[in-house]
């Protein structure tokens, strides 16, 4: 008999269910605006790749399946000027430099066009200074110890070099760059180092230079890395030169290692300055972590992008990288197996949803106490919800607008066990609620039909 109700009470405690969690709620209000977005995209090294009748599968994929507007390259510019055209600054010698359009430096030529030719805007980077500058040869490879300065009096010949480049593309090939830097993370060992007033001139000087030749471009600085006080303090140091802030279109940043009080001054960086916030290499780690390829990777890389549109109110986000100089490195793609990491399926859940022009409204809060992290955008007739739950358990939430929603026109998900997949069977309560179940470790992306701005509402 004793035997018979212990079994008796132990099925009651299997089968009788628990209280259910309490869903988080999640208040979207369009009336509270923020960023709009200008774009989202990459980094790219042409040696990788090639051009693009090396690998169709990586154009489709990235500029078709992936919403990619602007693409950024690790350019081989100093190639082209392997030494000194003609020993004066002021006077660019064509002809010299065309004997230089061979190999990786003519497949970069070949890559830029074909993304231009697809409507992609590509962004010009200087990784480093041509070497007969400080008198190597062209195939000099510095060694790990070897820190080369770059000699103030190679300014102007510098400044010639890059609009050179810039201005035999676009004779060329018949591709122009939507924004350049001077110096991709001019602090590190044998680049241009950060020497504000330095960038600052350079840039002014660039500026210059191409709007003589009628060339049409913007500048974005000061480029630097990372995502913590340590780059802002680099950054405010740049936009302190005199004139540093009409020369650049944006406060520009990577975003390794981010911290959320160096993330809220880049934006308080750029309010001040009045201009907008980029990042021009989006990750939350350098080097090449061994998960790269795996969902736990990718969940990190969600919230760093929420953390960037919530706390920087970042306008351009680029991640590093699509495509390196070696699929060892910190990629998302690899050109040997055609294959792509899991962060491709949650760069689709921000690229694909929320497109150019896009305004950032208020959610609160933008992170929950069960940890989900909420963004939301307001684009031509459309609400765009992006949640991040980064948790191992699963998370339910309520999502509430604060305008009518008349259907979920589309909506997405991403788990460790499923990619980029439609998400089916939502439906939206009393017109402004949908309640939702997110799965541990996953992104959902929903896009909203909303009635016409100044509709009568209801």
Known sequence: ??????????????????????????????????????????????????????????????????????????????RLEAENDNDDPNVIDFGALKKHDTGIVHDEFLLQKAMAERGVKILFASWRFPFWMIGKPASWRPKSGDRPRFPPKMEAEYVESIAAYCLYARKEYGFTFEAISVANEPMLGIYVRHDAARLARMTKALKERLA????????????????????????????????????????????????????????????????????????????APRDRFEWSHAMKSAVTIHDLLVESDVALSLHFSYVASSEKGLVIYNPKTKTWARTYDVLKHFYNSIPVGSVRIAVIPARTKGGVRATAFRSQGHLAAILVNPSRRARPVRLSAGTPIERVAAAHRSTSTAGYKPLMGLRVGDQKTIELDLPAQSVTSLILKTPPEGAEKP
């Open 1 to 78: 008999m004793l035997r018979a109700v212990w079994t008796l009470l132990l099925l009651l405690s299997i089968s009788t269910p628990g209280p259910a969690a309490t869903p988080d709620t999640i208040i979207i209000d369009p009336n509270v605006t923020h960023q709009t977005i200008e774009g989202w995209g990459g980094n790219i090294y042409p040696q990788a790749v090639g051009h693009q009748k090396n690998d169709p599968t990586l154009y489709d994929q990235a500029f078709k399946e992936l919403k990619t507007t602007h693409m950024r390259v690790r350019s081989f510019w100093y």
């Open 212 to 287: 003589k030749a009628k060339y049409e471009t913007t500048f974005y600085c000061p480029d630097v890395t990372q995502g913590d006080m340590g780059g802002v303090r680099r950054a405010r140091s740049f936009f302190a030169q005199k004139g540093s802030v009409e020369v650049s279109r944006c406060v520009a940043f990577h975003s390794y290692r981010p911290k959320i009080d160096g993330l809220r001054a880049f934006r308080a960086l750029g309010r001040k300055v009045k201009r907008p916030v980029w990042v021009t290499e989006q990750n939350f780690t350098p080097g």
